[in-house]
């Protein structure tokens, strides 16, 4: 299995303040993607990275920013929760971007309630 | 824009049984597309991929699908379903730095 930790697995806040999700890889893998997951919706992109500091919006990236300060480490926040980002967050990576191998490797989620 | 639909939300089928999956895809260039599975309370993982060649593709855990230019479909079969299949299907279309997944499908295996 690929080497992809997030944390945390599962966290609980409120509505206004902030949330910090983290992944970190051990692969050396170039691309890392957050995704939400939602029931009908599958797996939506909210940023990705292709390189360190190197950092682009997905479809669903409005209320959500990322840091990549080194290889191994992706950082996504949610500067003021709300209840519409109660999700489950999936952090992935791969050697060559989506297009390319296309093969992601995925983590195994953190669950975010906004109460 | 490019766009992925899987129009089944959920199915069901008995153990032994083939199996169908649909997957439809928008896209303006030659695809690379793919199937991920993803079992309860994992991360997906890569089931098969399509880039160019030959429109039969071979996956792991004995799936295949057939990528249709005509008909812009990348439908997932399976010939006989086990009990441990039962998990929710991903179709995903991919461009230049990014992946676009479908909704998925729900697969239930009955015994």
């Known amino acids: 299995d690929a080497g992809i930790t997030q944390s945390p697995r599962h966290k609980v806040t409120e509505t206004g303040t902030p949330v910090t999700l983290r992944c970190h890889q051990t692969?050396?893998?170039?691309?890392m993607y957050w995704y939400r997951q939602d029931p009908g919706h599958g797996l939506r992109l909210i940023h990705y990275?292709?390189?360190?500091?190197?950092?682009d919006k997905g479809e669903v990236s409005d209320g959500y920013s990322v840091s990549r300060s080194k290889t191994e480490d992706f950082l996504l926040t949610l500067e003021s929760a709300t209840s519409s980002q109660t999700s489950v967050y999936f952090c992935?990576?791969?050697?060559?971007?989506?297009?390319?191998?296309?093969?992601?490797?995925f983590g195994e989620g953190s669950r975010l309630t906004v109460l | 824009a490019q766009s992925v639909t899987q129009p089944d939300i959920h199915i069901t089928v008995s153990e032994g049984a083939s199996l169908e999956l649909r997957c439809n895809y928008s896209?303006?260039?030659?695809?690379?597309l793919f199937w991920y599975v993803q079992s309860p309370g994992q991360g997906l993982q890569l089931l098969l991929k399509?880039?160019?060649?030959?429109?039969l593709v071979q996956g792991i855990k004995g799936f295949e699908a057939e990528f249709k230019r005509s008909q812009s479909s990348f439908n997932l079969r399976k010939p006989s379903v086990h009990w441990s299949d039962a998990a929710e299907y991903f179709c995903?279309?991919?461009?230049?730095?990014?992946?676009?997944f479908g909704s998925g499908t729900q697969l239930t295996v009955l015994p």
């Open positions: 399509y880039f160019s060649g030959d429109t």
């Open positions: 995903a279309l991919g461009s230049a730095r990014q992946l676009t």
């Open positions: 896209y303006g260039a030659t695809p690379y």
């Open positions: 990275s292709y390189g360190v500091k190197d950092t």
């Open positions: 692969e050396n893998h170039r691309y």
């Open positions: 992935a990576i791969s050697e060559s971007a989506g297009g390319g191998t296309g093969e992601l490797f």
